[in-house]
């Protein structure tokens, strides 16, 4: 992987490019029984013959208890 660009509610939070490709959202401060969504944004190489570059979208609804 190139790079991860994650997004929480449409907001741009960081782009990484090393690992850990993670992101931790602290459920305390969202008001309960409520709707969010994780996006990440995924650059990767391919090697091979024809090297490429690929990219995809990522999304993790989740709800808050």
Do not use: M, Q, W
């Given at each position: 992987?190139?790079?991860?660009?994650?997004?929480y509610?449409?907001?741009?939070?960081?782009?990484?490019?090393?690992?850990?490709?993670?992101?931790?959202?602290?459920?305390?401060?969202?008001?309960?029984?409520?709707?969010?969504?994780?996006?990440?944004?995924?650059?990767?190489?391919?090697?091979?013959?024809?090297k490429?570059?690929?990219?995809?979208?990522?999304?993790?609804?989740?709800?808050?208890?």
């Amino acid at each position: 992987l190139k790079k991860v660009a994650l997004f929480y509610e449409g907001r741009k939070i960081e782009v990484r490019t090393k690992k850990p490709f993670r992101f931790v959202v602290d459920p305390r401060a969202l008001p309960p029984k409520s709707n969010h969504a994780v996006t990440a944004k995924v650059t990767a190489t391919l090697t091979g013959k024809a090297k490429r570059t690929i990219n995809r979208t990522l999304v993790g609804p989740f709800r808050s208890c």
